[in-house]
């Protein structure tokens, strides 16, 4: 079975940064480098959006119009880690957000392909 324990949420002003980590354990029969990531998140009365994706191989990424150029997402293979900077947050930013991962190559920001989901963490921008 996955596991993700996403952390580094938190509160921060308009225009500052955060880091998020997403420790991913994989079942011994398989590896990390056999999944691709993604990052999601939800605000409240809203629904989960894609926010970015990263292939198996770490050589494809994507990322919805509304973070490019301001969050980049990135895989350690060798600590079995995923990562989202985030810089210049806005407030329409605070969601709760989540990694996922599916046992398929394809970078993806659609949520239903994705079989595995962390419990999230908590990004609050400020004014």
């Known amino acids: 079975q996955v596991q993700l324990v996403e952390s580094g949420g938190g509160s921060v002003q308009a225009g500052g940064s955060l880091t998020l980590s997403c420790a991913v354990s994989?079942?011994?029969?398989?590896?990390?480098?056999?999944?691709?990531m993604g990052w999601f998140r939800q605000a409240p009365g809203k629904e989960r959006e894609g926010v970015s994706c990263i292939s198996w191989s770490g050589g494809t990424t994507a990322y919805a119009d509304s973070v490019k150029g301001r969050f980049t997402i990135s895989r350690d293979s060798a600590k079995n880690m995923l990562y989202l900077q985030m810089n210049s947050l806005k407030p329409e930013d605070t969601a709760m957000y989540y990694c996922?991962?599916?046992?398929?190559?394809?970078?993806?920001?659609?949520?239903?392909?994705?079989?595995?989901w962390g419990q999230g963490t908590q990004v609050t921008v400020s004014s």
């Open positions: 994989i079942p011994a029969t398989s590896t990390y480098s056999e999944y691709s």
């Open positions: 996922a991962a599916k046992a398929a190559p394809r970078c993806e920001l659609g949520e239903y392909v994705y079989n595995y």
